[in-house]
Protein backbone atom coordinates (compact mmCIF):
# COMPACT_ATOMS: atom_id res chain seq x y z
CA UNK A 1 0.00 0.00 0.00
CA UNK A 2 2.89 2.20 0.69
CA UNK A 3 3.98 2.23 -2.66
CA UNK A 4 0.96 3.30 -3.84
CA UNK A 5 0.46 6.19 -1.95
CA UNK A 6 3.57 7.78 -2.79
CA UNK A 7 3.05 8.16 -6.56
CA UNK A 8 -0.84 9.53 -5.51
CA UNK A 9 0.59 12.07 -2.99
CA UNK A 10 3.29 13.55 -5.89
CA UNK A 11 0.78 13.23 -8.62
CA UNK A 12 -1.81 15.77 -6.37
CA UNK A 13 0.65 17.92 -5.25
CA UNK A 14 2.17 18.29 -8.95
CA UNK A 15 -1.68 18.79 -9.81
CA UNK A 16 -2.20 21.66 -7.48
CA UNK A 17 0.58 23.43 -8.34
CA UNK A 18 -0.19 23.43 -11.90
CA UNK A 19 -4.10 23.82 -11.17
CA UNK A 20 -2.38 27.29 -9.23
CA UNK A 21 0.34 27.84 -12.13
CA UNK A 22 -3.06 28.30 -14.83
CA UNK A 23 -5.07 29.87 -11.88
CA UNK A 24 -2.18 32.96 -11.38
CA UNK A 25 -1.73 32.99 -15.31
CA UNK A 26 -5.72 33.15 -15.82
CA UNK A 27 -6.45 35.48 -12.83
CA UNK A 28 -6.00 39.18 -14.74
CA UNK A 29 -8.73 38.29 -17.02
CA UNK A 30 -11.00 36.37 -14.54
CA UNK A 31 -11.01 39.14 -11.65
CA UNK A 32 -10.83 42.26 -13.89
CA UNK A 33 -13.98 44.03 -12.84
CA UNK A 34 -14.91 48.03 -12.39
CA UNK A 35 -13.71 49.79 -9.20
CA UNK A 36 -15.74 49.15 -6.43
CA UNK A 37 -15.97 52.48 -3.50
CA UNK A 38 -16.84 51.22 -0.08
CA UNK A 39 -19.17 53.34 1.59
CA UNK A 40 -16.39 55.34 3.91
CA UNK A 41 -14.60 56.09 0.30
CA UNK A 42 -11.92 53.29 0.05
CA UNK A 43 -11.68 52.78 -4.20
CA UNK A 44 -10.13 49.26 -4.27
CA UNK A 45 -8.89 47.65 -8.01
CA UNK A 46 -7.92 44.58 -9.09
CA UNK A 47 -6.06 43.70 -12.55
CA UNK A 48 -6.69 46.79 -14.17
CA UNK A 49 -5.34 50.43 -14.19
CA UNK A 50 -6.72 53.03 -12.44
CA UNK A 51 -6.56 56.76 -12.91
CA UNK A 52 -7.71 59.99 -10.13
CA UNK A 53 -7.54 62.83 -12.66
CA UNK A 54 -7.00 66.37 -11.43
CA UNK A 55 -9.85 67.72 -9.36
CA UNK A 56 -10.96 64.37 -8.37
CA UNK A 57 -11.00 63.15 -4.37
CA UNK A 58 -11.48 60.14 -3.19
CA UNK A 59 -10.46 58.90 0.58
CA UNK A 60 -7.99 56.28 -0.37
CA UNK A 61 -6.85 53.90 -3.01
CA UNK A 62 -6.32 49.94 -3.12
CA UNK A 63 -5.19 49.18 -6.65
CA UNK A 64 -3.46 45.45 -6.87
CA UNK A 65 -1.55 44.19 -9.41
CA UNK A 66 -2.55 47.22 -11.92
CA UNK A 67 -0.91 50.65 -12.50
CA UNK A 68 -2.44 53.69 -10.54
CA UNK A 69 -1.75 57.26 -11.84
CA UNK A 70 -2.82 59.98 -9.25
CA UNK A 71 -3.22 63.47 -10.25
CA UNK A 72 -6.01 64.40 -7.80
CA UNK A 73 -6.71 64.45 -4.15
CA UNK A 74 -6.62 61.06 -1.83
CA UNK A 75 -6.98 62.11 1.81
CA UNK A 76 -5.86 59.01 3.50
CA UNK A 77 -3.56 56.66 1.57
CA UNK A 78 -2.23 55.11 -1.60
CA UNK A 79 -1.51 51.00 -1.47
CA UNK A 80 0.09 49.96 -4.97
CA UNK A 81 0.51 46.04 -5.21
CA UNK A 82 2.50 44.31 -8.11
CA UNK A 83 1.87 47.86 -10.53
CA UNK A 84 3.22 51.29 -11.03
CA UNK A 85 2.52 54.17 -9.06
CA UNK A 86 2.66 57.43 -11.07
CA UNK A 87 1.91 60.82 -9.02
CA UNK A 88 1.25 63.89 -10.86
CA UNK A 89 1.94 67.35 -9.77
CA UNK A 90 -1.40 68.48 -8.76
CA UNK A 91 -1.83 65.10 -6.58
CA UNK A 92 -2.46 65.93 -3.02
CA UNK A 93 -2.31 62.61 -0.53
CA UNK A 94 -2.17 61.66 2.89
CA UNK A 95 -4.08 65.45 4.18
CA UNK A 96 -5.96 63.13 6.72
CA UNK A 97 -2.69 61.40 8.09
CA UNK A 98 0.08 62.12 10.65
CA UNK A 99 3.43 62.79 10.02
CA UNK A 100 4.34 59.23 11.06
CA UNK A 101 1.76 57.76 8.83
CA UNK A 102 2.24 55.59 6.14
CA UNK A 103 0.64 57.84 2.89
CA UNK A 104 1.58 55.62 -0.11
CA UNK A 105 2.80 51.97 -0.20
CA UNK A 106 4.41 50.13 -2.88
CA UNK A 107 4.87 46.41 -2.97
CA UNK A 108 6.54 44.92 -5.50
CA UNK A 109 5.97 47.89 -7.95
CA UNK A 110 7.49 51.37 -8.88
CA UNK A 111 7.10 54.04 -7.54
CA UNK A 112 7.25 57.64 -9.95
CA UNK A 113 6.74 60.85 -8.03
CA UNK A 114 6.78 64.06 -10.54
CA UNK A 115 7.78 67.51 -8.56
CA UNK A 116 5.46 69.70 -7.35
CA UNK A 117 3.27 66.40 -5.49
CA UNK A 118 2.20 67.13 -2.06
CA UNK A 119 2.31 63.93 0.12
CA UNK A 120 1.84 64.16 3.78
CA UNK A 121 3.34 61.15 5.32
CA UNK A 122 5.63 58.78 4.84
CA UNK A 123 6.23 56.38 1.30
CA UNK A 124 6.86 52.84 1.87
CA UNK A 125 8.42 50.24 -0.89
CA UNK A 126 8.67 46.73 -0.27
CA UNK A 127 10.58 45.02 -3.15
CA UNK A 128 8.22 41.89 -4.69
CA UNK A 129 8.90 38.42 -5.34
CA UNK A 130 5.64 37.44 -6.16
CA UNK A 131 5.30 34.44 -8.89
CA UNK A 132 4.28 37.08 -11.92
CA UNK A 133 7.51 39.16 -11.20
CA UNK A 134 9.66 35.94 -11.52
CA UNK A 135 7.75 34.83 -14.50
CA UNK A 136 7.87 37.88 -15.83
CA UNK A 137 11.84 38.61 -15.06
CA UNK A 138 12.80 35.34 -16.61
CA UNK A 139 10.52 35.82 -19.66
CA UNK A 140 11.70 39.63 -19.99
CA UNK A 141 15.63 38.19 -19.63
CA UNK A 142 15.04 37.09 -23.80
CA UNK A 143 14.71 41.31 -24.74
CA UNK A 144 16.45 43.04 -21.79
CA UNK A 145 19.66 41.98 -20.90
CA UNK A 146 21.97 44.15 -19.11
CA UNK A 147 25.40 44.18 -21.31
CA UNK A 148 29.32 45.11 -19.90
CA UNK A 149 32.12 43.40 -18.59
CA UNK A 150 31.17 45.09 -14.98
CA UNK A 151 27.25 43.86 -14.79
CA UNK A 152 28.07 40.44 -16.44
CA UNK A 153 30.94 39.41 -13.72
CA UNK A 154 28.53 41.35 -10.69
CA UNK A 155 26.18 38.94 -11.76
CA UNK A 156 28.03 35.91 -12.25
CA UNK A 157 29.70 36.11 -9.17
CA UNK A 158 26.70 37.83 -6.46
CA UNK A 159 24.90 33.87 -6.55
CA UNK A 160 28.57 32.47 -5.72
CA UNK A 161 29.31 34.58 -3.03
CA UNK A 162 25.76 34.49 -1.18
CA UNK A 163 26.52 30.23 -1.61
CA UNK A 164 29.67 31.25 0.10
CA UNK A 165 28.43 32.76 3.04
CA UNK A 166 25.14 31.13 3.33
CA UNK A 167 26.88 27.10 3.86
CA UNK A 168 29.56 28.62 5.89
CA UNK A 169 26.67 30.12 8.14
CA UNK A 170 24.21 27.10 7.80
CA UNK A 171 25.94 24.09 6.70
CA UNK A 172 23.99 21.62 8.77
CA UNK A 173 20.33 23.06 7.49
CA UNK A 174 21.72 23.96 3.89
CA UNK A 175 22.75 19.70 3.46
CA UNK A 176 19.46 19.39 4.67
CA UNK A 177 17.71 21.03 2.00
CA UNK A 178 19.90 19.70 -0.59
CA UNK A 179 18.91 15.72 0.65
CA UNK A 180 15.65 16.66 0.56
CA UNK A 181 15.70 18.27 -2.83
CA UNK A 182 17.42 15.13 -3.89
CA UNK A 183 14.97 12.69 -2.52
CA UNK A 184 11.65 14.49 -3.43
CA UNK A 185 12.22 17.22 -6.17
CA UNK A 186 8.42 16.88 -7.80
CA UNK A 187 7.12 17.43 -4.54
CA UNK A 188 9.19 19.65 -2.84
CA UNK A 189 8.52 22.03 -6.27
CA UNK A 190 5.11 21.72 -6.30
CA UNK A 191 5.34 23.02 -2.38
CA UNK A 192 7.53 25.92 -2.97
CA UNK A 193 5.16 27.09 -5.85
CA UNK A 194 2.11 27.00 -3.23
CA UNK A 195 4.36 28.68 -0.32
CA UNK A 196 5.38 31.01 -2.87
CA UNK A 197 1.96 31.87 -3.71
CA UNK A 198 0.58 31.81 0.03
CA UNK A 199 3.76 33.88 1.01
CA UNK A 200 2.55 36.65 -1.88
CA UNK A 201 -1.06 36.69 -1.12
CA UNK A 202 0.19 37.01 2.79
CA UNK A 203 1.80 40.32 1.59
CA UNK A 204 -0.80 41.50 -0.19
CA UNK A 205 -3.48 41.03 2.70
CA UNK A 206 -0.91 42.99 5.37
CA UNK A 207 -0.52 45.97 2.20
CA UNK A 208 -4.42 46.64 2.72
CA UNK A 209 -4.58 46.63 5.93
CA UNK A 210 -3.42 49.36 8.72
CA UNK A 211 -1.65 47.14 11.39
CA UNK A 212 -0.23 45.04 8.57
CA UNK A 213 1.87 48.04 7.28
CA UNK A 214 3.59 47.78 10.59
CA UNK A 215 4.31 43.99 9.20
CA UNK A 216 4.74 43.96 5.46
CA UNK A 217 7.94 45.52 5.59
CA UNK A 218 10.28 43.58 7.55
CA UNK A 219 8.54 40.28 6.23
CA UNK A 220 8.85 41.90 2.58
CA UNK A 221 12.65 42.15 3.86
CA UNK A 222 12.69 38.54 4.88
CA UNK A 223 11.07 36.64 2.13
CA UNK A 224 14.25 37.20 -0.30
CA UNK A 225 16.07 36.23 2.17
CA UNK A 226 14.76 33.04 2.70
CA UNK A 227 13.90 32.39 -1.27
CA UNK A 228 18.27 32.72 -1.33
CA UNK A 229 18.45 30.06 1.79
CA UNK A 230 16.35 28.29 -0.51
CA UNK A 231 18.38 28.36 -3.37
CA UNK A 232 21.37 27.82 -1.62
CA UNK A 233 20.17 24.27 -0.39
CA UNK A 234 19.01 23.26 -4.17
CA UNK A 235 22.66 24.65 -5.60
CA UNK A 236 24.60 22.17 -3.06
CA UNK A 237 22.88 19.86 -4.75
CA UNK A 238 23.85 20.75 -8.26
CA UNK A 239 27.39 20.85 -7.29
CA UNK A 240 27.56 17.38 -5.36
CA UNK A 241 26.62 16.15 -8.19
CA UNK A 242 28.60 17.29 -10.88
CA UNK A 243 31.56 16.49 -8.21
CA UNK A 244 30.28 12.80 -7.53
CA UNK A 245 33.59 11.48 -9.06
CA UNK A 246 35.47 13.32 -6.49
CA UNK A 247 34.44 12.26 -2.69
CA UNK A 248 36.62 14.56 -1.34
CA UNK A 249 35.26 17.76 -2.60
CA UNK A 250 31.32 15.97 -2.99
CA UNK A 251 30.76 15.77 0.79
CA UNK A 252 31.78 19.44 1.72
CA UNK A 253 28.85 21.39 1.47
CA UNK A 254 30.71 24.65 0.64
CA UNK A 255 32.54 23.80 -2.36
CA UNK A 256 29.40 21.98 -3.41
CA UNK A 257 27.08 25.19 -2.52
CA UNK A 258 29.93 27.47 -4.37
CA UNK A 259 30.33 24.91 -7.58
CA UNK A 260 26.54 24.65 -7.61
CA UNK A 261 25.86 28.50 -7.62
CA UNK A 262 28.89 29.60 -9.86
CA UNK A 263 26.88 27.03 -12.56
CA UNK A 264 23.61 27.89 -12.25
CA UNK A 265 24.80 31.67 -12.87
CA UNK A 266 26.25 30.94 -16.23
CA UNK A 267 22.99 29.12 -17.02
CA UNK A 268 20.94 31.98 -16.10
CA UNK A 269 23.01 33.94 -18.77
CA UNK A 270 20.97 32.03 -21.37
CA UNK A 271 17.72 34.34 -22.04
CA UNK A 272 14.50 32.33 -20.93
CA UNK A 273 16.33 29.09 -19.70
CA UNK A 274 18.22 30.78 -17.59
CA UNK A 275 15.40 32.45 -15.72
CA UNK A 276 13.35 29.63 -15.44
CA UNK A 277 16.60 27.61 -14.17
CA UNK A 278 16.93 30.20 -10.98
CA UNK A 279 13.23 30.25 -10.74
CA UNK A 280 12.94 26.03 -10.71
CA UNK A 281 15.83 25.55 -7.87
CA UNK A 282 14.82 28.29 -5.68
CA UNK A 283 10.97 26.92 -5.43
CA UNK A 284 12.68 23.55 -4.96
CA UNK A 285 14.66 24.13 -2.08
CA UNK A 286 11.92 26.58 -1.01
CA UNK A 287 9.34 23.54 -0.53
CA UNK A 288 12.09 20.71 0.90
CA UNK A 289 12.72 23.88 3.54
CA UNK A 290 8.78 23.94 4.14
CA UNK A 291 8.26 20.55 4.11
CA UNK A 292 10.99 20.21 6.74
CA UNK A 293 10.22 22.79 8.59
CA UNK A 294 6.72 20.88 9.12
CA UNK A 295 8.22 17.52 9.81
CA UNK A 296 9.90 19.59 12.72
CA UNK A 297 7.02 20.81 14.05
CA UNK A 298 5.13 18.09 14.28
CA UNK A 299 8.14 15.41 15.38
CA UNK A 300 8.48 18.12 18.55
CA UNK A 301 4.75 18.46 19.59
CA UNK A 302 4.82 14.63 19.23
CA UNK A 303 7.71 14.87 21.82
CA UNK A 304 5.87 17.26 23.58
CA UNK A 305 3.59 15.31 26.43
CA UNK A 306 4.90 11.82 26.91
CA UNK A 307 3.07 9.32 27.76
CA UNK A 308 2.84 8.34 31.70
CA UNK A 309 5.78 5.80 32.70
CA UNK A 310 4.30 3.20 33.59
CA UNK A 311 5.45 0.15 36.46
CA UNK A 312 8.17 -1.75 35.95
CA UNK A 313 7.72 -5.34 35.41
CA UNK A 314 8.36 -7.78 38.30
CA UNK A 315 11.38 -10.01 38.59
CA UNK A 316 11.00 -13.89 39.63
CA UNK A 317 12.86 -14.16 42.48
CA UNK A 318 16.33 -16.01 42.51
CA UNK A 319 16.00 -20.01 41.76
CA UNK A 320 12.39 -19.80 40.76
CA UNK A 321 11.63 -21.56 37.40
CA UNK A 322 8.26 -20.07 36.45
CA UNK A 323 5.72 -21.97 33.90
CA UNK A 324 6.20 -20.78 30.00
CA UNK A 325 3.56 -17.50 29.83
CA UNK A 326 3.35 -16.50 33.45
CA UNK A 327 4.05 -12.92 34.52
CA UNK A 328 4.72 -12.14 37.94
CA UNK A 329 2.19 -10.18 39.91
CA UNK A 330 2.89 -7.51 42.96
CA UNK A 331 0.77 -8.68 46.27
CA UNK A 332 -3.22 -7.83 46.87
CA UNK A 333 -3.07 -3.93 47.80
CA UNK A 334 -0.10 -3.10 46.67
CA UNK A 335 0.09 0.34 44.50
CA UNK A 336 2.81 1.66 42.45
CA UNK A 337 3.62 5.33 41.70
CA UNK A 338 6.53 7.13 39.49
CA UNK A 339 7.44 9.20 42.41
CA UNK A 340 7.15 6.18 45.49
CA UNK A 341 7.55 3.20 43.22
CA UNK A 342 5.81 0.26 45.39
CA UNK A 343 4.14 1.02 48.14
CA UNK A 344 2.13 -1.27 50.72
CA UNK A 345 -1.36 -1.37 51.88
CA UNK A 346 -2.10 1.35 54.65
CA UNK A 347 -2.46 -0.59 57.96
CA UNK A 348 -5.40 -2.36 58.10
CA UNK A 349 -6.20 -2.50 54.70
CA UNK A 350 -4.70 -5.71 53.62
CA UNK A 351 -1.58 -7.57 54.10
CA UNK A 352 1.95 -8.60 51.72
CA UNK A 353 5.14 -8.75 52.62
CA UNK A 354 7.27 -7.32 49.64
CA UNK A 355 6.33 -7.13 46.00
CA UNK A 356 8.21 -10.06 45.34
CA UNK A 357 5.57 -12.18 47.80
CA UNK A 358 3.22 -13.01 45.51
CA UNK A 359 6.14 -13.82 42.47
CA UNK A 360 5.87 -17.69 43.08
CA UNK A 361 4.70 -19.61 40.42
CA UNK A 362 1.41 -21.75 40.71
CA UNK A 363 2.26 -25.04 41.59
Known amino acids: MRTLRRPRRIAAVATAALALLLLAAAAPALAAAAPTTSAAGKTVVRFQDYTLAQGQAVRSVVVIRGNAVIGGTVARSVVVVDGTATIESTA ?19 LITEPGATIHGKTVRVAGFGLGGLL ?41 VSDRVHA ?34 PAG ?7 LFCFVGTAALVGRLVLSSSPRYRDNVLVAAVVGALLVSLVSLVPIIGGLAVLVATMA ?15 RRSTAAPAAAGPPPLSTPPGWTSPPGWTPQPPPGWSWSPQQGWSPPAPGAGVGATPQGSTEPPA
Do not use: H, M
Open 92 to 110: VIGADLAAQDSSIVVVGGR
Open 136 to 176: QGAASAAVVRPVGIIVGWWQLLFLPIVALVVAALFPRAVSR
Open 184 to 217: KFWPSFGWGIIGLLAASVLLVVLAITIIGLILVV
Open 221 to 227: LALPAVL
Open 285 to 299: GFGAALTLVNEWRLA
